[in-house]
């Protein structure tokens, strides 16, 4: 009978030791989160994010889960809502808002979850597959879901070593279709010789634009030059020429550093925007139409910097454009338009929805 006792009373003391841990585990837990939430983005903010990446008004939303929550060691909230028939969860980060993981189910599929939606891994094997390159042959930097003008993108960037050197690749994937939306290469193919610090020989202005124009397998008629001056790089002189061409399907961007000694090529980044795959400037994911212009009576981004440029008095043939992009300014949506002209830089911020200019402001480009 003692030794029963004796028993029993092992067992209470173990399962009160054990009811002690789990109180005081639940309240570290409790204690950690609060002390999280404090230094976080805030659970109302996680929930704009969502909304905004998804593209969806908090009046057409409803929330069934908004919490702060711990997975792999990492604090995140945890958002779930419905929106029509489609239902969406988002994970993000709480210390900087970034977009973890998304899931989007279409409840008219008989929610099998096959949304025909691309995934994180298809992103990255259509980027791959336009690059021409295979898992082996490159390191990942980068790879996250994204919004660019209004469209879900996946932002993949990945490095490669070529023979002469390391390539940087930049990639924007089509979250609804997985199309290439925008590509970027960048490359050092050149050191600057120590003979050419300091010396005076050069090469002309033309001879450094073929240079570059032979490089990109181009004639002078078929680009745009946008600029080809002479500048200094780190004590060397040398020529920076950019120029763009323009096809049915992309818009693309040359830039290129080259030796004015002897016109070696030193930097080559080319950047493509896609024209025919729904992601181009100031169209959205089934808003769009096929001239770029927006059904929904919502300006383009070519119409914003027209606005802009007539109220500068100027022409696009005079000025040079910084950026040209869709933005959401106090829950409205708007183009911020920069260009500089003779010394000044111009920035102004327009209402795609009426083309009204909110914002300007003009001063000299230092």
């Known amino acids: 009978m003692k030794t029963a006792k004796k028993n029993r009373r092992k067992i ?19 204690a950690a989160s609060a002390f999280v939430e404090s230094r976080s983005i ?67 599929q008989g929610q099998t979850g096959d949304t025909g939606s691309v995934t994180l891994e298809q992103a990255k094997s259509a980027a ?44 924007e994937i089509l979250a609804s279709t997985g199309a290439v939306a925008k590509r970027s290469t960048s490359q050092r193919l050149n ?6 610090i300091g010396s005076t020989d050069r090469i002309s202005q ?21 600029r080809a001056e002479l500048d200094m790089d780190s004590g060397a002189a040398v020529y920076e020429v950019e120029f763009s061409v323009s096809t049915e399907t ?3 961007k040359y ?12 930097t080559r980044e080319v950047e493509s925007r896609m024209t025919s795959t729904g992601a181009t400037d100031g169209t ?34 005079q000025v040079y454009f910084k950026k040209a992009k869709l933005d959401r300014d106090d829950g409205r949506m708007v183009y911020d338009v920069e260009f500089i002209c003779n010394g000044y830089e111009y920035e102004y911020e327009i209402d795609r929805a009426t083309g009204a200019i909110l914002e300007r402001d003009v001063e000299r480009d230092d």
Do not use: H, W
């Open 284 to 317: 959205t994911t089934g808003g769009g139409t096929s001239d770029g212009s927006v059904s929904t009576g919502e300006i383009t981004i070519d119409a914003a910097k027209e606005i802009a440029l007539k109220d500068a008095g100027l022409t696009s043939s």
């Open 12 to 30: 209470l003391i173990v399962l009160a030791v054990v009811v002690s841990v789990i109180v005081v585990s639940n309240l570290l837990v409790m």
């Open 255 to 266: 830039e290129y550093e080259i030796l004015a000694t002897d016109g070696t090529l030193l």
């Open 250 to 252: 992309a818009l693309t």
């Open 191 to 196: 050191q600057i010789p120590g003979s050419a």
């Open 42 to 108: 805030g659970l109302g903010n996680a929930i704009d994010l969502s909304l905004y990446n998804a593209n969806v008004e908090e009046a057409d939303a409803e929330i069934t889960r908004a919490k702060l929550t711990l997975k792999g060691g990492t604090f995140l909230y945890s958002i779930k809502f419905r929106s029509g028939n489609t239902l969406y969860e988002y994970e993000i980060a709480a210390d900087d808002g970034e977009v973890l993981n998304v899931s989007v189910l279409s409840l008219d």
């Open 128 to 171: 791959l597959a336009d690059a021409m390159l295979s898992e082996t042959d490159v390191v990942f930097t980068s790879a996250k879901l994204d919004r660019d003008d209004g469209a879900a993108v996946y932002d993949i960037e990945f490095t490669a070593q070529t023979a002469t050197g390391t390539c940087y690749y930049e990639y």
């Open 206 to 226: 033309d001879e450094a634009k073929n240079a570059a124009l032979t490089d990109a397998g181009l004639t002078s008629e078929q680009v745009t030059m946008i």
